[in-house]
């Protein structure tokens, strides 16, 4: 197990601490020792499973090893300080958190509550890599349920839908998603679950060859355009497919986009060219193209949409959309950032250690965001992936997204210091507030008391650090003024 695990992070993190993996693997299987699961297999194996499952995140060594020792205090005579002795205090915490939410007993049913529910659960857990490790236990758990009685079952599978689900959908994290709804699909509404998943089957087995011969057909034109591409099935999802006939108020035999492929390429460029060579090669169904790369989802998605029509009228949704974009997709914006830096790495130069901190940061405060409004802006302006760094006259290197003002350094530097900016000195020159920063500059903000933000500034800042505070600012003195 060990060595799948080891495997499995050196291909995204070649110079992973692997001692101290393997000490948590070890200390796992001892505190586990004796201990066997539902299934009757060795407990430290759900341990395993879970830490391998975030694998596909491509997360830190600190919660792999965390997710090694999850149960640890919950199930075993280990208590804290012992886990900080040997761990230190990052992974130690971050088993508490997982160990806190258990204790979360989420007895009330209603989904009205679900919302406040993880609203506290958010407020409770500091750090949002304890909710997705959750997340990644309660996928296994529910992989293996059939192992519990039948009440249990439905109890698991119900909190799973009303409380797991949604994180995992705000994270953009749809490969779980996608898993947990169906599991749970087959546990809540088993008849449901069992008659759609039979004629979903036929309906497969009836198109093989119209679906074989869409591919082949893609993959010939392509082929002798020279563009690089791959092309992925479509997983089927029948909670989504049960959803859509609910939605649309139509039986199973009428629902029409069954089938989709994903064709996976290099550029964006190579996207739209794909699309024409599609366009001109297959008969499109007609408002079936939707362009999610010029206008990304609320989550980031990018894709492009377009349904045609293949050999004895089977209709197949095709999506287009580069590694990077595909990526995204599947694990969301958690992984996203991991996948970028591991390919950023020897331009890097200037952020030695990976910034796991700031961008779980950030992917709390999505989970936190009420307004969508604002919620979009700060996706698109945080998502922008490039990076700059400047410094403090004292030394401190400040990160900033890539077309950062001097008003937005200000903000990052302090709140107070921001709302008081006066102006700022760029390598000893006085610049003007719009200023664009780049890497390597050092900043001096200038105060003055008197100073206030002004609705001119929303248009000055890129950062949704500094907007949110200069709309808070001007929320509050808005009778004064
Ligand atoms: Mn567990």
Redesign the pocket.
């Known amino acids: 197990m060990i060595e799948k695990l080891k495997r499995a992070i050196s291909e995204y993190m070649p110079e992973a601490d692997f001692n101290l993996l393997e000490k948590a693997f070890t200390f796992a299987s001892n505190a586990h020792f004796c201990q066997t699961r539902a299934t009757g297999e060795p407990y430290v194996n ?2 395993f499973e ?1 830490a391998m499952i975030l694998t596909e995140l491509r997360l830190d060594v600190s919660t792999i090893c965390a997710a090694l020792l ?2 640890i205090i919950e199930d075993t005579l280990v208590v804290r300080e012992e886990l900080k002795e040997e761990f230190g205090e990052e992974i130690t915490a971050l088993i508490e958190g ?1 160990t806190k939410i ?1 204790k979360y007993k989420y007895e009330d049913q209603l989904t009205a509550q679900a919302e406040n529910w993880r609203k506290m659960l958010l407020a409770v857990v500091k750090d949002t890599r304890v909710i997705i490790i959750k997340l990644a ?1 309660r996928l ?2 529910m992989r293996t349920i059939k192992y519990l009685t039948p009440d249990k079952q439905k109890k698991i599978a119900q909190e799973t839908l009303t409380l797991y689900t949604p994180f995992a959908h705000r994270l953009g994290i749809y490969m779980w998603k996608g898993e947990l709804e169906d599991l749970t699909f087959e546990i809540l509404e088993p008849e449901k679950y069992n008659e759609i998943r039979i004629k979903w089957q036929l309906r497969s087995e009836n198109n093989m060859k119209n679906l074989a011969n869409v591919e082949s057909q893609i993959n010939e034109k392509l082929g002798s355009a020279e563009i690089p591409f791959r092309i992925l099935a479509r997983p089927k999802n029948l909670y989504g497919i049960y959803k859509k006939m609910q939605r649309q108020e139509k039986p199973f035999s009428s629902i029409q986009d069954l089938f989709g492929m994903r064709i996976i390429t290099d550029t964006e460029e190579h996207c739209y060219q794909i699309l024409s060579i599609v366009q001109s090669e297959f008969e499109i169904v007609e408002n079936s193209f939707t362009d999610y790369i010029a206008v990304p989802k609320n989550n980031m998605y990018q894709s492009i949409h377009t349904t045609v029509v293949g050999d004895n009228g089977i209709i197949v949704e095709v999506q287009i959309r580069t590694e990077d974009m595909h990526k995204r997709a599947e694990y969301g914006i958690a992984a996203h950032w991991r996948y970028k830096e591991s390919f950023d790495k020897k331009n890097a130069a200037t952020s030695k250690t990976v910034d796991t901190e700031s961008h779980l940061e950030f992917i709390k405060h999505i989970l936190e965001s009420k307004d969508s409004d604002e919620f979009l802006t700060a996706i698109k302006t945080e998502c922008n992936f490039e990076q700059i760094y400047v410094a403090t006259p004292k030394g401190r290197v400040i990160k900033l997204p890539e077309g950062s003002t001097a008003l937005d350094f200000a903000y990052a530097v302090h709140s107070d210091i921001g709302d008081t900016c006066m102006g700022v000195k760029v390598d000893g020159k006085i610049v003007s507030l719009d200023y664009k920063l780049t890497t390597g500059q050092t900043c001096e903000v200038l105060t003055r008391k008197n100073i206030k933000p002004t609705e001119h500034w929303l248009d000055i800042v890129v950062t949704a650090q500094a907007k949110s505070r200069i709309r808070k600012y001007l929320r509050e003195n808005k009778n004064k003024r």
């Open positions: 759900h341990c879970v999850h149960d997982v258990n236990d296994h758990n």
